[in-house]
């Protein structure tokens, strides 16, 4: 169980991954930009047949969130995730060098040289996924070598790990997942409920106090966020961050809104 203090605070970390400020009492809020086809999009249930386009540009919405008020980006490479590689790049190396504030970029990061490169890119965390399921040696021995830099992510399909951008589930509940990795040096997890991604219903509330009970660093709880009582509720609860992407692309309530509910009273 986390203490008091270590449920409400956030790190956020400058270009060069060292500590910059601590918020107290406030839960972070990310908002996100996926990336496919060099276009803002997001995807309904993980489906890549089910995509809304939201923006030509996604330096340029990474600007607009970071003029709204935004402290940290979430940035998914949709592209990446299926491909097995650092496919939008190029893209996200500008984004990095265009914005202050600090971003996490998860999709095809499948090896060190690509970590490396993002983290020369200006990249501050990096979210991985997959190969955390598949390839548990080279993750240990990646969180060692990269502290604080790398978040865990996790995708959950009715309590089971997804991967390959959710292309295939597994067989291993997400909370068993998570507890192989808490002895390590890492920055966070993002925990994503699939079915509530890009539904506009509400989070799994259940779900993601299960996955906060199960590990001992900070949770980012995604998918589903669709109302200002959810960021609060998430809030109030004490969760550490919370991702939202559909509900502010489509109007649901502004990001200044939503950073102001996120403070705790």
Same mark, same amino acid.
């Given at each position: 169980?986390?203490?008091? $203090?270590?449920?409400?605070?956030?790190?956020?970390?400058?270009?060069?991954?060292?500590?910059?400020?601590?918020?107290?009492?406030?839960?972070?809020? $990310?908002?996100?930009?996926?990336?496919?086809?060099? &276009?803002?999009?997001?995807?309904?249930? @993980?489906?890549?047949?089910?995509?809304?386009?939201? @923006?030509?540009?996604?330096?340029?919405?990474? *600007?607009?969130?970071?003029?709204?008020?935004?402290?940290?980006? +979430?940035?998914?490479?949709?592209?990446? #995730?299926?491909? =097995?590689? #650092?496919?939008?790049?190029?893209?996200?190396? &500008?984004? #990095?060098?265009?914005?202050?504030?600090?971003?996490?970029?998860?999709?095809?990061?499948? %090896?060190?040289?690509?970590?490396?490169?993002? $983290?020369?890119? !200006?990249?501050?965390?990096?979210?991985?996924?997959?190969?955390?399921? &598949?390839?548990?040696?080279?993750?240990?021995?990646?969180? =060692?070598?990269?502290?604080?830099?790398?978040?865990?992510?996790?995708? !959950?399909? %009715? @309590?089971?790990?997804?991967?390959?951008?959710?292309?295939?589930?597994?067989?291993?509940?997400?909370?068993?997942?998570? *507890?192989?990795?808490?002895?390590?040096?890492?920055?966070?997890?993002?925990?994503?409920?699939?079915?509530?991604?890009?539904?506009?219903? !509400?989070?799994?509330?259940?779900?993601?106090?299960?996955?906060? =009970?199960?590990?001992?660093?900070?949770?980012?709880?995604? @998918?589903?966020?669709?109302?200002?009582?959810?960021?609060?509720?998430?809030?109030?609860? !004490?969760? +550490?961050?919370?991702?939202?992407? &559909?509900?502010?692309?489509?109007?649901?309530? =502004?990001?200044?809104?939503?950073?102001?509910?996120?403070?705790?009273?």
């Amino acid at each position: 169980m986390l203490s008091l $203090l270590d449920r409400y605070k956030c790190l956020l970390y400058n270009a060069n991954g060292n500590f910059e400020k601590i918020l107290l009492n406030s839960m972070l809020i $990310l908002p996100a930009i996926d990336i496919r086809n060099g &276009k803002c999009v997001r995807l309904q249930q @993980g489906d890549y047949g089910k995509e809304t386009i939201y @923006g030509d540009s996604p330096v340029e919405m990474a *600007k607009h969130w970071e003029g709204q008020g935004a402290e940290f980006l +979430h940035i998914v490479d949709l592209d990446g #995730a299926k491909d =097995r590689q #650092a496919t939008n790049f190029s893209v996200i190396s &500008k984004i #990095a060098e265009n914005l202050k504030i600090p971003i996490e970029i998860g999709g095809g990061i499948r %090896n060190e040289e690509t970590i490396q490169r993002y $983290l020369n890119a !200006g990249v501050n965390r990096l979210v991985i996924g997959t190969l955390a399921l &598949k390839e548990a040696d080279w993750f240990r021995e990646m969180c =060692r070598k990269f502290p604080d830099r790398l978040v865990l992510g996790i995708d !959950g399909r %009715n @309590g089971l790990v997804a991967t390959e951008g959710w292309l295939e589930t597994s067989q291993t509940l997400a909370t068993d997942l998570a *507890k192989k990795y808490i002895d390590l040096p890492l920055s966070a997890l993002v925990y994503t409920d699939i079915a509530k991604d890009g539904m506009l219903e !509400g989070p799994n509330i259940t779900e993601m106090e299960a996955m906060r =009970r199960a590990v001992p660093f900070p949770l980012i709880v995604s @998918g589903g966020i669709a109302s200002l009582d959810d960021v609060r509720r998430l809030a109030q609860d !004490g969760f +550490h961050a919370c991702i939202i992407g &559909k509900a502010l692309y489509e109007n649901k309530f =502004r990001l200044p809104e939503a950073l102001a509910v996120a403070k705790v009273q």
